[in-house]
T-cell receptor, first 115, second 110 residues
């Protein structure tokens, strides 16, 4: 049981290049998330998917696109990378167990630098 | 808009008790979570309060007052390994949308 996995762990891009960050979870969770974390800051929600086939914008969606490929996988795409997108990207998933319990499981993160 | 406030830094000694506060102003509220993050690591879940009151899990407790838009994380019997950043997060919609606070860096001194 690997939990939430992300690839790649590290990536360096040049301005204008594109790339896709991959995320997969093996816990059969319905909801999945993409966050970015800048140095010394909290996590900001980019996009989330409450269930297979649905996606919604979070706080900072500009410059990103997502695909919920199936229940397990949720990818994040940068079409034209910019230096402002240099950050650590975390994928997370959650299974709501009633209304009294909410635990998000996070992947190890992808450290992205855009030059 | 969404706004969560936490102290930026807290310092305490081993064996002590420390309280990290979180106040929030959000468009919706379904619950308050707390996460721990060590440097270079991923956030890990500590607790979730959907109802007012105190939840206890081992050395950690979390409190919520929805009428005051306020919660706190209480860490007892501090250990060196508790040195980390702690984030509060509000679930702002029924659809599982979360907003995180800026984080509190806890330093535990010997």
């Amino acid at each position: 049981n690997a939990g939430v996995t992300q690839t790649p762990k590290f990536q360096v891009l040049k301005t204008g290049q594109s790339m896709t960050l991959q995320c997969a979870q093996d816990m059969n969770h319905n909801s999945m998330y993409w966050y970015r974390q800048d140095p010394g800051m909290g996590l900001r929600l980019i996009y989330y998917s409450a269930s297979e086939g649905t996606t919604d914008k979070g706080e900072v969606p500009n410059g990103y696109n997502v695909s919920r490929l199936n229940k397990r996988e949720f990818s994040l795409r940068l079409e034209s990378a910019a230096p402002s997108q240099t950050s650590v990207y975390f994928c997370a998933s959650i299974e709501v167990e009633g209304e009294l319990y909410n635990e998000q499981f996070f992947g190890p993160g992808t450290r992205l630098t855009v030059l | 808009g969404q706004s969560l406030e936490q102290p930026s830094e807290v310092t305490a000694v081993e064996g002590a008790i420390v309280q990290i506060n979180c106040t929030y102003q959000t468009s919706g509220f379904y619950g308050l979570s707390w996460y721990q993050q060590h440097d270079g690591g991923a956030p890990t879940f500590l607790s979730y309060n959907a109802l007012d009151g105190l939840e206890e899990t081992g050395r950690f407790s979390s409190f919520l007052s929805r009428s005051d838009s306020y919660g706190y994380l209480l860490l007892q019997e501090l250990q060196m390994k508790d040195s980390a950043s702690y984030f509060c997060a509000v679930r702002v919609s029924y659809g599982q949308n979360f907003v995180f606070g800026p984080g509190t860096r806890l330093s535990v001194l010997p």
